[in-house]
């Protein structure tokens, strides 16, 4: 088949939950013989929209590419004083509108160039219901489309102007089933197809961390946060709960690996690697005590499948259902509300090994039934063969 997808950010550098899932998507199914192109920008840089990539086309992975530059900048501080006002304020659908141009990325030609090419495709595949390439997309082309909405709970979602988008959308790609529940409730979305699919996690081999240890000058015991590095994230409340805990107990450290976003406590126990590899995030993991998730907003967590995936136990901040449920459907981590919370989970994973491997065991099962790659790819399949029906 010939698949389009359509991403606000796609390249080897954009390292994001939503844009590197679509990624992994497109080039998995451009292996299995599909036709790909993805519909994007030339922006890097989600916070400001900045063009760094080349317009045009170009190839990535066997997966084309087609760019369009990006119109307006984005200044970060105005857009979240106006999207403040907006969330918590009467106003009307005009303000709505506007609020999407200020989310961005503004690119009214990809809107052009998906328009005019459409008839080129037999489905398009629409990433991340947020931002403005999806808003419109999705109304605008009469292709048969599917979204993969990885929508969580937030002020966004409630905007009378996303009714539009998922009334627009014939089939829809769920992360979790708590998304689904979210999303269904929210929206009518009677007479769509709907499947919770997620992403393909590998299922690495592990075999000695000591060496990776060495390298980077680690020693056990530690935890693990592997991700955006932002208050946006959990990162702050992280940082707090972590000098709690330490009152107790002085030899832990948090390392963390990751976009560095937001300046990080003076402490030797808090120990940042920047980016490593693929191979050496499996490692990072494999050797970490558990992986911490304190992000409030997930629709998905793909760090926390993999560090199941090496049966790592996760601890996540209950507030992120999607991940809240990982550990319920999967028993195979802890979660916490509170600093109390926290250090309670934290200290009873950090001193009962048994338990800690039944969790890790039990998280590898919950990742190759749920997340594998074949699995995944079957679900997307049987969403096409319906869609062609």
Not at 30 to 46: C, L, N, P
Not at 76 to 96: K, M, R, V
Request: charge should be negative; include cysteine; charged fraction near 25%.
């Amino acid at each position: 088949m010939k698949i389009a997808f359509v991403v606000q950010r796609y390249g080897q550098e954009v390292m994001g939950g939503s844009e590197l899932h679509c990624r992994l998507v497109a080039e998995r199914l451009f292996k299995v013989g599909h036709e790909v192109t993805v519909y994007t920008t030339t922006a890097r840089d989600y916070i400001t929209w900045k063009n760094e990539y080349v317009p045009g086309e170009s190839i990535l992975n066997g997966v084309v590419i087609k760019r369009f530059p990006v119109e307006k900048e984005r200044d970060i501080e105005s857009f979240n004083e106006y999207s403040d006002w907006l969330f918590f304020n009467p106003h009307n659908e005009a303000d709505e509108i506007l609020w999407i141009e200020k989310q961005g990325p503004f690119v009214p030609s990809l809107l052009e160039a998906i328009e005019k090419e459409q008839d080129s495709y037999d489905i398009f595949i629409f990433f991340t219901y947020l931002y403005y390439p999806t808003h419109y997309g999705l109304q605008l082309i009469k292709k048969k489309k599917i979204l993969v909405p990885t929508a969580h709970d937030e002020p966004a979602l409630y905007l009378t102007i996303m009714k539009r988008v998922f009334a627009s959308a014939n089939a829809f790609l769920f992360n979790t089933q708590a998304e689904k529940e979210m999303l269904t409730r929210l929206f009518n979305l009677q007479g769509t197809y709907q499947d919770v699919v997620g992403i393909g996690i590998e299922i690495p081999v592990i075999k000695d961390v000591s060496s990776f240890l060495h390298r980077f000058g680690l020693s056990r015991p530690y935890i693990l946060y592997a991700g955006r590095i932002e208050p946006g994230k959990g990162c702050q409340e992280l940082f707090d709960y972590f000098f709690e805990f330490l009152k107790e107990e002085s030899s832990l450290r948090l390392v963390l690996i990751g976009h560095l976003l937001m300046p990080l406590p003076n402490d030797p126990r808090i120990i940042y690697l920047g980016f490593v590899s693929p191979e050496d995030k499996n490692l990072a993991m494999a050797a970490a005590e558990i992986t911490v998730h304190p992000s409030h907003y997930e629709s998905l967590c793909m760090a926390a499948l993999e560090s199941l995936a090496v049966k790592t136990p996760i601890l996540v901040q209950e507030a992120a259902e999607p991940l809240r449920r990982h550990c319920l459907e999967g028993q195979c981590g802890l979660y916490y509300a509170n600093s109390n919370e926290f250090a309670w989970a934290l200290s009873l994973l950090l001193r009962d090994e048994r338990l800690k491997a039944r969790l890790g065991e039990n998280g590898r099962r919950y990742v190759e039934e749920n997340y594998s790659w074949p699995v995944v790819l079957k679900k997307y399949h049987q969403a096409f063969e319906f869609l062609r029906q």
